[in-house]
């Protein structure tokens, strides 16, 4: 796979010069603390530009309109939550239960400006925020990011999901308990990888 840098995910996504900066700090203090803090896989910190960067900005175009919270859920690093929130979604809410990974948003919050809210939190101990989106990496399989992301959803919410290469086997999994409508759409960075955008979201009922 060819290099990409942050002038590549700026011919991209089409973000501002103002944007790209402020990317471009964030992606300087993630490999400043990964040398000290196992924030990501340290392999990627050799393609993040479109490993982390591009990965999750993809998703900013599919997140609806409104003033209703666009929710994180596990967090980790930020993404894609705070890209996100860089990128200009407002308001994004990051779910995190590890101290030490919210300690560096917090500072890649500040730095960037993206105006985050941050909860160090178990997600299931969540209040519920009625999120217009719910958006999720690396977090959990899709039959528990359902169980979690279903009471923090507003009526007509969607959820969108990056998966790898095993989302035909989640989504038969999920269908088990769950009635959805997915739209499965193809990954701009990773040609393994798939976005699920998930509506009309209901527990089945019944055997």
Known sequence: MKPFNPQDLQAETGITNLVLERLMAYAALLEKWQ????????????????????????????????????????SGAGFPGLVLAIMGVAP?????????????LAEA?????????????????LEPLKARAVVSRAC????????????????KGVCLFLKGNKVGDELTESEKGWTMSVTR???RSDPSGTILKIEEISPRHGP
Request: with cysteine; aromatic share 4%.
């Open 185 to 187: 759409i193809d990954s």
């Open 92 to 104: 994004v809410h990051l779910v995190e239960s590890d101290g030490k990974k919210c300690v560096f």
């Open 109 to 125: 919050n500040r730095i960037t400006g993206a105006n985050a809210i941050i909860h160090n939190s178990r997600i299931e101990e």
């Open 35 to 74: 040398k000290h803090k196992n924030l990501v896989s340290g392999k990627t910190l050799a393609c993040m530009w479109r490993r982390h960067y591009l990965d999750s900005a993809q998703l900013e175009p599919l997140v609806p309109p409104g003033p209703e919270p666009v929710l994180d859920l596990g």
């Open 140 to 155: 959990a399989p899709l039959p528990q990011l359902l169980e979690y992301a279903t009471p923090l959803l507003k009526p």
